[in-house]
């Protein structure tokens, strides 16, 4: 039952696990201010919302991404839909040819194991990113579903005690992290100079009062502990939020929009066969306006 609505429009708590369904909405459409303050209130209080059978252009995601804020630009060309600097296609498929990728390409690869593990999209940023779009475009039969988990829930499910422990600490995000975990070659020193490490606190606050934990495959360690003893702690929250009221689990239709919190809710993309189907999804990730807050 919604429990959410404007003229036509109806926010829906998922039963099980996490976020919202919205209905009602054309978002190829400009929104209304009273549409947008439905969809807004919505995510301000689901932190993921999910909205099927969609039809956008490249134009149109952007669009309706840009009423959220900001958004970042991918510079690499290769890695842009249509040429739009802020739309970031998330595939195994080239560009350009439009063949499916060699999987032993070292810059696919990396992105593929990357976005296999719980991440948070541009973690390594100085300034974490609001909120992620994906948008489904090339869906394989079968596999490529992605998890969603929201680490507020992780939070919440911690002991006292622990919870104190963990607010005084600072995570280390580097983008290199999943190519050094995996034997990877490093990036030329030219590039890993535009995407330094960041710093940010383990434990922050979202505009919803609610505690989330800020880790995820880019976190490369933590102040004062060894590499393993960080590895360890943060796979052990890791696992606490992947419990089944901390996640929802989207199984992708052409036309799906998924639009998650970037800072409390981390995702992960389920294998399929990237040898002999295709995938592609178009991301816009609305920019971050300041540094996490710590908490405690
Ligand atoms: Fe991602």
């Known amino acids: 039952m919604a429990d959410l609505t404007s003229p036509g429009i109806s926010v829906s708590r998922r039963e099980d696990g996490i976020g919202a369904e919205v209905s009602g909405v054309n978002l190829s459409l400009p929104l209304s201010s009273e549409a947008f303050a439905a969809i807004n209130e919505g995510f301000e209080r689901y932190r993921l919302l999910v909205f099927c059978k969609q039809d956008l252009s490249v134009k149109q995601q952007v669009e309706f991404s840009e009423r959220f804020g900001r958004l970042e630009k991918f510079p690499d060309p ?46 390594f940023r100085t300034l974490p990113s609001r909120a992620s779009m994906l948008y489904g475009k090339e869906i394989p039969a079968a596999g490529g579903d992605t998890m969603f988990a ?36 490093p990036r030329s020193a030219e590039v890993q100079a ?17 505690r989330a934990l800020f880790i995820g495959s880019h976190a490369a360690g933590i102040d004062g502990l060894t ?33 998650f919190d970037n800072i409390c809710v981390m995702h992960q993309a389920l294998p399929y066969d990237l040898v002999n189907t295709r995938r592609l999804l178009h991301r816009t990730t609305v920019a971050g306006e300041k540094p996490l807050a710590r908490v405690g």
Request: net charge negative.
């Open 78 to 123: 290769k890695d842009q839909a249509e040429g739009y600097e802020t739309v970031l296609r998330v595939s195994n498929i080239e560009r350009e040819s439009g063949n499916i990728k060699p999987v032993d390409d070292p810059g696919h690869k990396s992105f593929t194991l990357g976005t296999s593990s719980w991440h948070i999209d541009s973690s």
């Open 150 to 185: 929201d680490t507020t829930r992780a939070y919440d499910a911690l002991p006292e005690n622990q919870r104190a422990e963990l607010h005084g600490m600072t995570v280390i995000h580097d983008f290199e992290e999943t190519r050094r975990r995996h034997n990877l070659p």
């Open 194 to 210: 535009a995407t330094p490490s960041a710093r940010h606190p383990l434990v922050t606050e979202r505009e919803n009062g609610r």
């Open 227 to 259: 590499y393993d003893e960080a590895r360890a702690l943060i796979d052990e929250l890791e696992a606490l939020a992947n419990a089944p009221d901390c996640t929802y689990r989207h199984k992708w239709h052409s036309g799906d929009l998924v639009m």
